[in-house]
């Protein structure tokens, strides 16, 4: 309902690449263009933050 809202079709949406299903979702139902951000995993093998320069590349190459 809020994706509906907020997201016209073929809009940009950055997501990052393990989010829930249910954005998943929201994107198909919107119509939106996803732009998938990798997140990184530390020693541990624990997801983390998106780094600084992952986060530039993709929005120039919509």
Same mark, same amino acid.
């Given at each position: 309902? =809020?994706?509906? $809202?907020?997201? $016209? #079709?073929?809009?940009?949406?950055?997501?990052?690449?393990?989010?829930? =299903?249910?954005?998943?979702? $929201?994107? %198909?139902? %919107?119509?939106?263009? #996803?732009?998938?951000?990798? #997140?990184?995993?530390?020693?541990?093998?624990?997801?983390?933050?998106? $780094?600084?320069?992952?986060?530039?590349? #993709?929005?120039?190459?919509?």
């Amino acid at each position: 309902m =809020v994706w509906h $809202a907020n997201v $016209a #079709p073929n809009d940009i949406v950055v997501v990052d690449r393990n989010c829930h =299903v249910s954005v998943l979702h $929201a994107i %198909t139902m %919107t119509g939106a263009i #996803p732009v998938f951000l990798t #997140p990184r995993r530390n020693h541990l093998g624990i997801i983390g933050p998106i $780094a600084l320069d992952d986060r530039r590349i #993709p929005l120039r190459e919509k």
